[in-house]
Antibody, heavy 119, light 107 residues
């Protein structure tokens, strides 16, 4: 069974960074792209970017370039997203989601992790 | 960026009713359109990909259609578990973008 298990909620101070994790199981991370998405409270979902598990190649939404950095660790089957220089605008729920092979859609999702930026 | 506009933003409906949610793109997206369901606990799952393909395990009461800039998701007979948020998403061009969502509520 495919599972994406995200790390727990984070409370971080403005200006700090945070690293979110997404541990995968039930499939081979190297064979798929992993995406990250952002959902602010009561608002739309935004696509942040993709990373290919095989070679770490990335593609970002221009809006998040410089804000988010995606990496993978094949040895632990885990995808990561670093968010830097956090502000209140970064307070949101962040999801990891596997990109399907049959077509580019998010076929499995993590449960989401709430990041709160507050002093 | 391609803007995705969903209508209505909320929809009261009854059990057993047939409903249709619309999604319009700001430019043609050649059927590169997916639909997702988000439950109140926040969990998200795919329903339809490439306009009309049903994700494995999704009940056949869900269906998708459309072309050009106009797409729709239909649910033929509402079940209690269908009351949730629904989002469309285009992947025709980067950045991939989502509609603002439609909240399906029990009337």
């Amino acid at each position: 069974e495919v599972q994406l298990q995200q790390s727990g909620a984070e409370l971080v101070k403005p200006g700090a960074s945070v690293k979110l994790s997404c541990k995968t199981s039930g499939y081979i991370l190297s064979n798929y792209y992993m995406s990250w998405l952002k959902q602010m409270p009561g608002q739309n979902i935004e696509w942040i970017g993709n990373i290919y598990g095989g070679n770490g190649g990335t593609g970002y939404n221009q809006k998040f370039k410089g804000k988010a950095t995606l990496t993978v660790d094949k040895s632990s089957s885990t995808a990561y997203m670093d968010l830097n220089s956090l502000t209140s605008e970064d307070s949101a729920v962040y999801f990891c989601a596997r990109l399907g092979i049959a077509a580019p859609y998010f076929d499995y999702w993590g449960q989401g992790v709430m990041v709160t930026v507050s002093s | 960026d391609i803007q995705m506009t969903q209508t209505p933003s909320s929809m009261p409906a009854s059990l057993g009713e047939r409903v249709t949610i619309s999604c319009r793109s700001s430019q043609g997206i050649r059927n590169y359109l997916n639909w997702y369901q988000q439950k109140p606990d926040g969990t998200i799952k795919p329903l339809i990909y490439y306009t009309s393909n049903l994700q494995s395990g999704v009940p056949s009461r869900f269906s998708g259609s459309g072309s050009g800039t106009d797409y729709s998701l239909s649910i033929s007979s509402l079940e209690p578990e269908d009351f949730a948020m629904y989002y469309c998403q285009q992947y025709y061009s980067s950045p991939w973008t989502f509609g603002g969502g439609t909240k399906l509520e029990l009337k």
